[in-house]
């Protein structure tokens, strides 16, 4: 008979990233809650952390890799499936070159070490520019103008929540999401001590969403205008003479630059195009300005939208006018435990971030950090000629329901010579490979979170053993990526050694480097110094030249995996602090408050003002907090309830249209039609409809037996695959015009 234990765990699923105590009883899950000595969590869970027991046990989860055989799917070993990809793989590459090859990344590979730490490994043994992610889907105009502004697409400034005044919300819903680019657990309480403090919360968005009714002002505003409100917030702040930069006045390039920039974007002009009023406007950059802990927060409406980069962009020239950028209670930069590259090398300068080194081969899109727009995908394997897309690898993604015209995406992906998938579903885009690798469950797997530490509202340091061990023969998924490694650059190597050849080179820079804590120290000293195998390794290498790190030795009480191991509650280092100009790393050393790609954008602004107003609706996403993307719907605990995909309508516009609760609607777009429940709510904007993204779960050949069973619809079908924003290359998957008609 078997013991029950309880063990401790970060969530892996959203990017709250909460401390959680679970009960096992052998390879038995009991119960899952908060774990109230978190250092960083305190206690706080959601629904989506209590699933990770339905999630581990699920019946539809993939244990065993698939291989399809005479059209059909069928179990097979290890070694069947990756000789498979062996075998059909290698002539592909030696007919056709390293370009016909794609590979796409979901957005769970943000959230798994393993992932994070080994597909750079498989991407850079593949060696295509064919590399495409959520990210254009998503959170790219944020990174963008990181990366021009600060020098890293990671230095992102977030809300120093537990010490502001006043936060003002665009396009965002932290209730539901807990945090997107701001790692922020129990929001709620957060913000409920915020206004016990006599702080304000003020959520600028085109629904009442579940975080707008927590706030003390809810401003709605048109879909996609987001740009406009903040460069007229700008506009008012110079007019007024209300700019005080501060202390950062002399780290900055481009004030000046950003001032005629938004000369023309008076509260007056842009008023009819975001149906906010001027005083409204003027009020908001007066308040914002006259706050000394105010903080302007946007998120995945502001990015998803037409003007994605711009209003990124804008977010920050605010806070930066405000004088809120790197002051307590204002938006600060965190400073990670390991992997962060703005608190690793020299500090302050850098070589910055650049973008468009190469175009896809379509329709000329620019690459964009390394990848090109997931918009680009279908073209270029339905396009003959050289370079032609014909195998394709995706890694925890599922671009056919994430992805504008998913139906195009499907159609191409049966037309490719050969797929691989490595995922934990047959799910709507998996059922098109002939090769499926499982992942693994998040509790068979270490977890440290490397890139939600970079954006959290406090400094602190956690890790998490397996709870389970993977049955024997069954490789991690770090092994599966490094088999891959092998098969695509032509190496007989067994992951072990290739493993270890990746770290001891990691080591060799790191002791020839200058400024490294272990610069010219012995290497095989630090190699077996080192603990664990795979990510964990890693990860004790990267603690320890981090900058709380014990430096192997310098400073023997600092951190190691060893020390964070033995605090299973995690480390607190204590809240934000400013990190300017140390965490810059532009070449200039400065804050490029004006650069010149962004400024290069802004007659679109213009051209947009004197567009006929659409009499259509504009349809807008949701977020739920049971729902993450398209992977947590065949979980019961988070499928139960009210059904989640309707078409949220107000009921002015229901009434003009004949639509009661419940009723179907039609709703058509420029890529394609749905039909969708309808649920009336004064709670969204008349003229803008909402229908949450991920779901449309009835596609011949998955297996997600509790999803299908409420499939919902796909809203990204209605998405246009041929406009992107230009500077990012991001999907437009907000504001979108549609008509609307009963069924």
């Given at each position: 008979m078997t013991k029950s234990e309880t063990k401790y765990r970060i969530c892996p699923i959203c990017e709250a990233t909460c401390g959680l105590t679970i009960e096992t009883n052998g390879r038995t899950v009991g119960d899952i809650r908060g774990n109230d000595e978190d250092v960083f969590s305190h206690g706080f869970i959601c629904p989506k952390?209590?699933?990770?027991?339905?999630?581990?046990?699920?019946?539809?989860?993939?244990?065993?890799p698939l291989v399809r055989r005479s059209g059909e799917l069928i179990e097979a070993s290890w070694e069947e499936a990756f000789a498979e990809i062996e075998k059909r793989i290698t002539p592909i590459i030696a007919k056709h070159g390293r370009e016909s090859v794609a590979t796409y990344l979901g957005n769970p590979s943000a959230h798994k070490v393993a992932l994070q730490l080994y597909i750079p490994v498989f991407l850079k043994a593949l060696a295509s520019k064919n590399l495409y992610s959520a990210s254009t889907l998503d959170q790219m105009p944020k990174q963008v103008s990181n990366g021009l502004m600060y020098g890293n697409f990671l230095t992102c400034a977030v809300p120093d929540i537990d010490r502001s005044d006043l936060l003002v919300i665009m396009g965002a819903n932290p209730m539901a999401s807990n945090g997107s680019l701001w790692t922020v657990p129990d929001f709620r309480g957060r913000i409920k001590a915020m206004q016990k403090r006599g702080g304000r919360l003020v959520v600028i968005d085109p629904r009442r969403s579940q975080t707008a009714k927590l706030a003390d002002q809810h401003i709605a505003i048109r879909p996609g205008t987001d740009a406009y409100l903040l460069a007229a917030m700008a506009n008012t702040m110079f007019a007024e003479n209300l700019v005080n930069v501060g202390e950062l006045g002399s780290r900055i390039n481009g004030l000046d630059d950003v001032e005629k920039a938004v000369e023309k974007y008076s509260p007056e002009l842009v008023a009819e195009i975001t149906q906010v009023s001027p005083e409204t406007i003027k009020q908001l950059a007066r308040d914002v300005a006259a706050t000394d802990a105010s903080a302007v927060y946007g998120r995945i409406g502001t990015c998803t939208q037409e003007f994605g980069t711009l209003s990124s962009w804008l977010t920050d020239v605010v806070n930066i006018l405000a004088g809120s950028l790197d002051r307590p209670g204002g938006v600060m930069f965190p400073k990670a435990p390991a992997l962060q590259a703005n608190s690793t090398g020299t500090p302050g300068s850098g070589r910055g971030t650049r973008i468009g080194r190469w175009q896809s081969r379509v329709r000329g899109a620019s690459e964009i950090l390394g990848e090109l727009p997931a918009v680009c995908l279908a073209e270029e394997i339905e396009t003959p000629g050289d370079q032609q897309i014909r195998a394709l690898f995706t890694i925890a993604g599922n671009p056919i329901l994430s992805a504008p015209n998913g139906e195009r995406i499907s159609r191409a992906f049966g037309t490719l010579d050969f797929m691989v998938s490595i995922d934990i579903y047959l799910n709507e885009t998996t059922r098109?490979?002939?090769?499926?690798?499982?992942?693994?469950?998040?509790?068979?797997?270490?977890?440290?979170?490397?890139?939600?530490?970079?954006?959290?509202?406090?400094?602190?340091?956690?890790?998490?053993?397996?709870?389970?061990?993977?049955?024997?023969?069954?490789?991690?998924?770090?092994?599966?990526?490094?088999?891959?490694?092998?098969?695509?650059?032509?190496?007989?190597?067994?992951?072990?050694?290739?493993?270890?050849?990746?770290?001891?080179?990691?080591?060799?820079?790191?002791t020839q480097k200058e400024g490294s804590p272990i610069f010219e120290r012995d290497e095989s000293e630090i190699f077996e110094s080192l603990t664990g195998t795979g990510p964990d390794r890693q990860i004790d290498l990267a603690l320890r030249v981090g900058p709380y790190g014990d430096g192997f030795g310098t400073d023997p009480d600092s951190l190691t995996l060893k020390k964070l191991i033995d605090t299973p509650n995690g480390i607190d280092y204590g809240p934000l602090e400013p990190r300017m100009p140390e965490a810059l790393r532009t070449p200039s050393g400065k804050i490029e408050m004006a650069p010149p790609e962004i400024l290069s954008d802004l007659p679109r602004l213009d051209d947009a003002l004197v567009r006929t107003v659409p009499t259509s609706f504009l349809l807008i996403g949701r977020r739920d907090v049971r729902t993450n993307n398209s992977w947590l719907h065949n979980l019961p605990l988070l499928a139960k309830g009210p059904f989640k995909c309707t078409m949220q309508i107000h009921p002015d516009d229901a009434d003009r249209l004949g639509l009661e609760d419940g009723a179907m609607a039609s709703v058509k777009g420029k890529s394609g039609a749905v039909e969708v429940v309808t649920e009336r709510t004064p709670d969204i904007m008349p003229g803008v409809i909402s229908i949450p993204h991920g779901f449309g779960h009835n596609q011949q050949g998955a297996n997600l037996r509790v999803a299908s069973e409420r499939p919902g619809v796909n809203s990204n079908l209605l998405a246009d695959d041929s406009v992107i924003d230009p500077l990012s290359g991001n999907a437009i998957l907000n504001g979108i015009p549609v008509s609307v008609s009963a069924a």
């Amino acid at each position: 008979m078997t013991k029950s234990e309880t063990k401790y765990r970060i969530c892996p699923i959203c990017e709250a990233t909460c401390g959680l105590t679970i009960e096992t009883n052998g390879r038995t899950v009991g119960d899952i809650r908060g774990n109230d000595e978190d250092v960083f969590s305190h206690g706080f869970i959601c629904p989506k952390g209590v699933a990770l027991r339905e999630l581990d046990a699920d019946p539809d989860r993939l244990r065993t890799p698939l291989v399809r055989r005479s059209g059909e799917l069928i179990e097979a070993s290890w070694e069947e499936a990756f000789a498979e990809i062996e075998k059909r793989i290698t002539p592909i590459i030696a007919k056709h070159g390293r370009e016909s090859v794609a590979t796409y990344l979901g957005n769970p590979s943000a959230h798994k070490v393993a992932l994070q730490l080994y597909i750079p490994v498989f991407l850079k043994a593949l060696a295509s520019k064919n590399l495409y992610s959520a990210s254009t889907l998503d959170q790219m105009p944020k990174q963008v103008s990181n990366g021009l502004m600060y020098g890293n697409f990671l230095t992102c400034a977030v809300p120093d929540i537990d010490r502001s005044d006043l936060l003002v919300i665009m396009g965002a819903n932290p209730m539901a999401s807990n945090g997107s680019l701001w790692t922020v657990p129990d929001f709620r309480g957060r913000i409920k001590a915020m206004q016990k403090r006599g702080g304000r919360l003020v959520v600028i968005d085109p629904r009442r969403s579940q975080t707008a009714k927590l706030a003390d002002q809810h401003i709605a505003i048109r879909p996609g205008t987001d740009a406009y409100l903040l460069a007229a917030m700008a506009n008012t702040m110079f007019a007024e003479n209300l700019v005080n930069v501060g202390e950062l006045g002399s780290r900055i390039n481009g004030l000046d630059d950003v001032e005629k920039a938004v000369e023309k974007y008076s509260p007056e002009l842009v008023a009819e195009i975001t149906q906010v009023s001027p005083e409204t406007i003027k009020q908001l950059a007066r308040d914002v300005a006259a706050t000394d802990a105010s903080a302007v927060y946007g998120r995945i409406g502001t990015c998803t939208q037409e003007f994605g980069t711009l209003s990124s962009w804008l977010t920050d020239v605010v806070n930066i006018l405000a004088g809120s950028l790197d002051r307590p209670g204002g938006v600060m930069f965190p400073k990670a435990p390991a992997l962060q590259a703005n608190s690793t090398g020299t500090p302050g300068s850098g070589r910055g971030t650049r973008i468009g080194r190469w175009q896809s081969r379509v329709r000329g899109a620019s690459e964009i950090l390394g990848e090109l727009p997931a918009v680009c995908l279908a073209e270029e394997i339905e396009t003959p000629g050289d370079q032609q897309i014909r195998a394709l690898f995706t890694i925890a993604g599922n671009p056919i329901l994430s992805a504008p015209n998913g139906e195009r995406i499907s159609r191409a992906f049966g037309t490719l010579d050969f797929m691989v998938s490595i995922d934990i579903y047959l799910n709507e885009t998996t059922r098109h490979a002939d090769v499926i690798l499982p992942g693994t469950s998040p509790l068979e797997e270490s977890h440290f979170d490397i890139g939600f530490h970079q954006f959290a509202i406090r400094n602190a340091a956690r890790f998490s053993p397996a709870l389970f061990s993977l049955d024997d023969g069954r490789p991690g998924e770090w092994e599966t990526l490094l088999r891959l490694a092998a098969i695509v650059s032509g190496q007989d190597v067994s992951a072990a050694d290739m493993d270890e050849q990746i770290i001891r080179g990691r080591i060799k820079s790191l002791t020839q480097k200058e400024g490294s804590p272990i610069f010219e120290r012995d290497e095989s000293e630090i190699f077996e110094s080192l603990t664990g195998t795979g990510p964990d390794r890693q990860i004790d290498l990267a603690l320890r030249v981090g900058p709380y790190g014990d430096g192997f030795g310098t400073d023997p009480d600092s951190l190691t995996l060893k020390k964070l191991i033995d605090t299973p509650n995690g480390i607190d280092y204590g809240p934000l602090e400013p990190r300017m100009p140390e965490a810059l790393r532009t070449p200039s050393g400065k804050i490029e408050m004006a650069p010149p790609e962004i400024l290069s954008d802004l007659p679109r602004l213009d051209d947009a003002l004197v567009r006929t107003v659409p009499t259509s609706f504009l349809l807008i996403g949701r977020r739920d907090v049971r729902t993450n993307n398209s992977w947590l719907h065949n979980l019961p605990l988070l499928a139960k309830g009210p059904f989640k995909c309707t078409m949220q309508i107000h009921p002015d516009d229901a009434d003009r249209l004949g639509l009661e609760d419940g009723a179907m609607a039609s709703v058509k777009g420029k890529s394609g039609a749905v039909e969708v429940v309808t649920e009336r709510t004064p709670d969204i904007m008349p003229g803008v409809i909402s229908i949450p993204h991920g779901f449309g779960h009835n596609q011949q050949g998955a297996n997600l037996r509790v999803a299908s069973e409420r499939p919902g619809v796909n809203s990204n079908l209605l998405a246009d695959d041929s406009v992107i924003d230009p500077l990012s290359g991001n999907a437009i998957l907000n504001g979108i015009p549609v008509s609307v008609s009963a069924a």
